[in-house]
Each structure stands twice: as structure tokens, then as C-alpha cells.
T-cell receptor
Framework: LAKTTQPISMDSYEGQEVNITCSHNNIATNDYITWYQQFPSQGPRFIIQGYKTKVTNEVASLFIPADRKSSTLSLPRVSLSDTAVYYCLVGDPFGNEKLTFGTGTRLTIIP | DTAVSQTPKYLVTQMGNDKSIKCEQNLGHDTMYWYKQDSKKFLKIMFSYNNKELIINETVPNRFSPKSPDKAHLNLHINSLELGDSAVYFC??????????????FGPGTRLTVT
């Protein structure tokens, strides 16, 4: 399992773009990068998943450089409701490898 | 319609008791999971069930046992509850294979308090 490292916490003002970077130096060839969001008193929610380059959906974008040793989750124009913990996970989704959640990044949006 | 539901939402019980938490998913998924999130907010997988077969069983005490009566349900039974079992327990489900096993859908959680 590739270990991930994320900042423990981040603050940002409403309306700004927020980028959360995750390091995964020992990522394996078959590993994908997946991000989850967790609000207080709720279960984690899948945000986005990618293998290389860039992935975009209606919620966020995921940027993965060519060496895949890191990835950046980008949240455009955040609002107060984006205050949550964001988890970066790395592993092979085609196998039976378990999801391993780290400590995540606690993002606080300031009005 | 709720995709993954758990009951009860809150459970307060005394040490030594036996309790169950129920989980149901209406997504037609083949794999279901149980996670434990402790007071420090670490989320750890406990069990993974696929087609009614256990495929991942982390090193949890055998006081914990998953029971799957059918593909849509995965219940968690806990015997002889201990103080350290106090946590939030999340059920989740995911489609089988196809690169989706990391796209899991979580339930709202059950907060278990053992006194």
C-alpha cells in the first residue's frame, strides 16, 4: 500500500480556489488516486478518482504529474459548505486491496 | 431514497452486552464494508463482504462478527462490549470490480457508546 502524506489542516476564504496536495512517493503502477470528503457526523463521500494527468467532474479537479508521486485536489470557488475533512487514498481499485484512510486534511472555509 | 442506511443512529449500552448494527444498501452493489472511526477520527476498515463471502477481515477481535443475510444487507454483531468499542461505525458499499471498488458509498454512521 502506498503511504500518503497530506497537510493536517488548511484555511481558505470563501470564493477562492483551494488546492490540497497529497504526496505518495511509492505509488505502484496499478494504483489509482482517490479523494473523499467527510463532513462532521457523516460518512465519507467519494469526490474524484484518477490515474494520470487531469480529471475533472462537477465538484473538483484532480491533477496528477507525470511521475505520479503526488496529486492535487482542486476545489474551485469554495463556499462555507466545503468545510470538511478531505482524504487522499492510493491503491489498486481492480484488486481486493482495502481502502486505507489517513488523517486527512481538515479544510476550514472562512467567510 | 437513501442509498446506504444504518440503524440505529445512536446506540448507548453497558459493558458486557451484545448488540447489533444493521446496514442496508439499495444500490445493487456486490461488496459491502464495515469501518470504525475512533475518537481521533481515524477511519479503519474492519470487514469487507463480496457475494456473501468475507474477503477482507482486518485484525479485529472475534467479538465482532459480520452477518450478511443477502447481498443488500451486512449487519455487524458485537458480543461482550468493551469501553474501547465506543466509536462511530460506518457501513459502505461498492460495485464489484470494473475499477469501482474505491468508489464506495458510505452510510450515515452509528455512534456506539459503551458505558
Amino acid at each position: 500500500l502506498a503511504k500518503t502524506t497530506q497537510p493536517i489542516s488548511m484555511d481558505s476564504y470563501e470564493g477562492q480556489e483551494v488546492n490540497i496536495t497529497c504526496s505518495h512517493n511509492n505509488i505502484a503502477t496499478n494504483d489509482y488516486i482517490t479523494w473523499y470528503q467527510q463532513f462532521p457526523s457523516q460518512g465519507p463521500r467519494f469526490i474524484i478518482q484518477g490515474y494520470k494527468t487531469k480529471v475533472t467532474n462537477e465538484v473538483a479537479s484532480l491533477f496528477i504529474p507525470a511521475d505520479r508521486k503526488s496529486s492535487t485536489l482542486s476545489l474551485p470557488r469554495v463556499s462555507l459548505s466545503d468545510t470538511a475533512v478531505y482524504y487522499c487514498l492510493v491503491g489498486d481499485p481492480f484488486g481486493n486491496e482495502k481502502l486505507t484512510f489517513g488523517t486527512g486534511t481538515r479544510l476550514t472555509i472562512i467567510p | 431514497d437513501t442509498a446506504v442506511s444504518q440503524t440505529p443512529k445512536y446506540l448507548v449500552t453497558q459493558m458486557g452486552n451484545d448488540k447489533s448494527i444493521k446496514c442496508e444498501q439499495n444500490l445493487g452493489h456486490d461488496t459491502m464494508y464495515w469501518y470504525k472511526q475512533d475518537s481521533k477520527k481515524f477511519l479503519k476498515i474492519m470487514f469487507s463482504y463480496n457475494n456473501k463471502e468475507l474477503i477482507i477481515n482486518e485484525t479485529v477481535p472475534n467479538r465482532f462478527s459480520p452477518k450478511s443475510p443477502d447481498k443488500a444487507h451486512l449487519n455487524l454483531h458485537i458480543n461482550s462490549l468493551e469501553l474501547g468499542d465506543s466509536a462511530v461505525y460506518f457501513c459502505a458499499s461498492s460495485p464489484l470490480g470494473g475499477g469501482h471498488s474505491y468508489e464506495q458509498y458510505f452510510g450515515p454512521g452509528t455512534r456506539l457508546t459503551v458505558t
